[in-house]
């Protein structure tokens, strides 16, 4: 579901790649990705943005709001060492014995 929050960081992100990036990851290597991106292209740094945001919208859809930390590369953690069922991938298979 898409916040206000998540509204403003893709404003921010359309004006300013790097911005978006700092908030979502902090100082991070992928800080350092953007910017090179954003400078070695526009759109290049818009799409690298774009994709943090989604990776960040889909880790509060699994652990709730709040409910994780950023571990690199597009990575979340959950806070609490609770195991989380992972969805079914796409078009996957179950055998049942």
Known sequence: MVK???IVLILV???????????IT??????LIN???TILGYFPGHIHA???IYKKM???ERYGEGGFI???SGQYQPLNNQAY?????????HHHA
């Open 4 to 6: 206000a929050s998540d």
């Open 13 to 23: 992100a359309i004006i300013f790649p790097p911005a978006a990036a700092a908030f």
């Open 26 to 31: 902090g100082c991070s290597c992928d800080l």
């Open 35 to 37: 910017i090179c991106l």
């Open 50 to 52: 774009f994709w943090l």
């Open 58 to 60: 889909q880790a509060e």
């Open 70 to 72: 950023y571990a690199g």
């Open 85 to 93: 069922p992972s969805a079914p991938g796409y078009g996957s298979i």
